[in-house]
């Protein structure tokens, strides 16, 4: 099967630690995204990376950083420095039109 | 910056028609998206728009209007399924960044 996964569903950290979320496609697809979703909100983006080795903030990057080894895997560390880390991670790669989402980790932080 | 305003919720009967608007302002626009987002999940694709005019998928259809920086969402037929909330998200530019409106919680009652 072809798509987005995320793992875990569902992430308990406890406060000052460091998580990181993993995210793996096997679409082939070039660029790659992070978004958080906070309740009644819309996606605000992380971090993106349009190719292999690459990758630039987004609107929210600080307390986050990523990586970008492979083309099918684009891992997402949250780290203490982000002050309010308890949110629903989306990660979505993307077609030569559009995004497709992966599943989403829903990280709280206790 | 980005600027894209939905409204936040909206009730409609099951079997009715029902039309969600979509405002934006923003630089290197490249394109509109709707997407549907049940409680939980993962958005999923629903279309979207570069030229003006109308796209028409079975029940549903996207119109976009670049010079007023307006597009609208039309369900058809609704079903209690239809549920859930719509994202009106714009594409910026060459790097392909994308940016979500909060999203429209739409409430289908028998």
């Not at chain 2, 549920?83 to 910026?92: E, F, G, K, P």
Request: charged content about 20%.
């Amino acid at each position: 099967d072809g798509g987005i996964t995320q793992s875990p569903k569902y992430l308990f950290r406890k406060e000052g630690q460091n998580v990181t979320l993993s995210c793996e496609q096997n679409l082939n697809h070039d660029a790659m995204y992070w978004y958080r979703q906070d309740p009644g909100q819309g996606l605000r983006l992380i971090y993106y990376s349009q190719i292999v080795n690459d990758f630039q903030k987004g609107d929210i990057a600080e307390g986050y950083s990523v990586s970008r080894e492979k083309k099918e895997s684009f891992p997402l560390t949250v780290t203490s420095a982000q002050k309010n880390p308890t949110a629903f991670y989306l990660c979505a790669s993307r077609s030569t039109d559009t995004q497709y989402f992966g599943p989403g980790t829903r990280l709280t932080v206790l | 910056g980005q600027n894209i305003d939905q409204p936040t919720e909206m009730t409609a009967t099951e079997g009715a028609i029902v039309q969600i608007n979509c405002t934006y302002q923003t630089s290197g626009f490249n394109g509109l998206f709707w997407y549907q987002q049940h409680a939980g999940e993962a958005p999923t694709f629903l279309s979207y728009n570069v030229l003006d005019g109308l796209e028409e998928k079975g029940r549903f259809s996207s119109f976009l209007s670049r010079s007023k920086g307006y597009s609208y969402l039309l369900l058809k037929e609704l079903q209690m399924k239809d549920s859930a909330s719509y994202l009106c998200a714009v594409r910026q530019g060459n790097f392909n960044k994308f940016y979500f409106g909060s999203g429209t919680k739409l409430n289908v009652k028998p």
